[in-house]
């Protein structure tokens, strides 16, 4: 486990005292450089009543300042959901009890992928920002999200994902 400053919200990352995951390292190939050796997941989690729970990013990460999921590297031979879900845990105490899953989306560039999993919440939570990747941690009403500065690789998928999100909302 790596332990972290309490003082995080700093414009430097924090220095890490704990052995680090295998996982936790770029990758690159022709379509970029990416984080996370063995691919990386997010959760989307999304209230009805809320919105989304949106991550602001501290400024000294990969493309730091803007407005994405909580989430990040996957652990080797994890899979994306419980990775997704850890990462939530971790970032923003989302409870996966409190969530349940509603479907994946895979970006897929062969050599490192990105999965979105989108999870509805059941029993509201407040989320908390318990490690330095976060500057806030914000309900975002579904409508409001494309008004952020949204992270490029989110901000690539929001689209897809408000589509599927307006058919969940519909009456049935």
């Given at each position: 486990?790596?332990?972290?400053?309490?003082?995080?919200?700093?414009?430097?990352?924090?220095q890490?005292?704990?052995?680090?995951d295998?996982?936790?390292?770029?990758?690159?190939?022709?379509?970029g450089?990416?984080?996370?050796r063995?691919?990386?997941?997010?959760?989307?989690?999304?209230?009805?009543?809320?919105g989304?729970?949106?991550q602001?990013?501290?400024?000294?990460?990969?493309?730091?300042?803007?407005?994405g999921?909580?989430?990040?590297?996957?652990?080797?031979?994890e899979?994306?959901?419980?990775?997704?879900?850890?990462?939530?845990?971790?970032?923003?105490?989302?409870?996966?009890?409190?969530?349940?899953?509603?479907f994946?989306s895979v970006?897929d560039?062969?050599?490192?992928?990105?999965?979105?999993?989108?999870v509805?919440?059941?029993?509201?939570?407040?989320?908390?920002?318990?490690?330095?990747?976060?500057?806030?941690?914000?309900?975002?009403?579904v409508?409001?999200?494309?008004?952020?500065?949204?992270?490029p690789?989110?901000?690539?998928a929001?689209?897809?994902?408000l589509v599927?999100?307006?058919?969940?909302a519909?009456?049935?």
């Open positions: 486990m790596d332990h972290f400053p309490t003082s995080s919200l700093s414009s430097t990352p924090p890490r005292t704990g052995p680090r295998p996982g936790d390292a770029w990758v690159e190939g022709e379509r450089r990416f984080w996370g063995f691919g990386a997941a997010g959760v989307l989690a999304w209230d009805p009543a809320r989304v729970l949106l602001h990013r501290a400024v000294w990460s990969h493309n730091g300042g803007t407005w999921l909580p989430g990040g590297a996957l652990h080797e031979g899979e994306a959901v419980e990775g997704a879900l850890r990462e939530a845990r971790e970032e923003a105490a989302v409870p996966s009890e409190s969530v349940e899953v509603l994946t970006l560039h062969g050599y490192w992928s990105y999965t979105t999993v989108v509805q919440v059941q029993e509201s939570f407040d989320p908390v920002i318990s490690d330095p990747e976060s500057i806030a941690l914000l309900w975002v009403p409508a409001e999200v494309d008004s952020l500065d949204l992270h690789g989110f901000a690539a929001w689209p897809d994902l599927a999100l307006d058919g969940l519909e009456p049935r």
